[in-house]
């Protein structure tokens, strides 16, 4: 079983930062994307960001990219969100995921398509 467990969420002010950090184990696969989601209440899942651990550009969605800043450190299995410049609408639940996948080069946007998620952690941006 793939375990991911997220830390970092927080209640901030409008324009704080905040790093979110997702750590995985219990691996059963060598080829995986891991992505970023969130969950405002009344709305659907959100995709925010994924990576890959055979490298590549980071992928972003359109609502973050500017912002945010996925990035990973291998050593530790861990996949981070750097969120920068927060919004009020930032303020939701926020969920890693991984895809296994033997192409990890196609970019997969859609909740539906990862197999495992977090348990999420709660951000909170007043303004």
């Known amino acids: 079983q793939v375990q991911l467990v997220e830390s970092g969420g927080g209640l901030v002010q409008a324009g704080d930062s905040l790093r979110l950090s997702c750590a995985a184990s219990?691996?059963?696969?060598?080829?995986?994307?891991m992505g970023w989601f969130r969950q405002a209440p009344g709305k659907e899942r959100e995709f925010l960001a994924v990576?890959?651990?055979?490298?590549?550009?980071?992928y972003y969605a359109d609502s973050v990219k500017g912002r945010f800043t996925i990035f990973r450190d291998n050593a530790k299995n861990t996949v981070y969100l750097q969120m920068n410049s927060l919004k009020p609408e930032d303020t939701a639940v926020y969920y890693c995921?991984?895809?296994?996948?033997?192409?990890?080069?196609?970019?997969?946007?859609?909740?539906?398509?990862?197999?495992?998620w977090g348990q999420g952690t709660q951000v909170t941006v007043s303004s």
């Open positions: 995921a991984v895809r296994p996948t033997v192409n990890t080069a196609v970019v997969v946007t859609s909740p539906y398509r990862y197999d495992y």
């Open positions: 219990g691996r059963t696969f060598s080829t995986y994307a």
């Open positions: 990576i890959t651990w055979s490298g590549g550009s980071p």
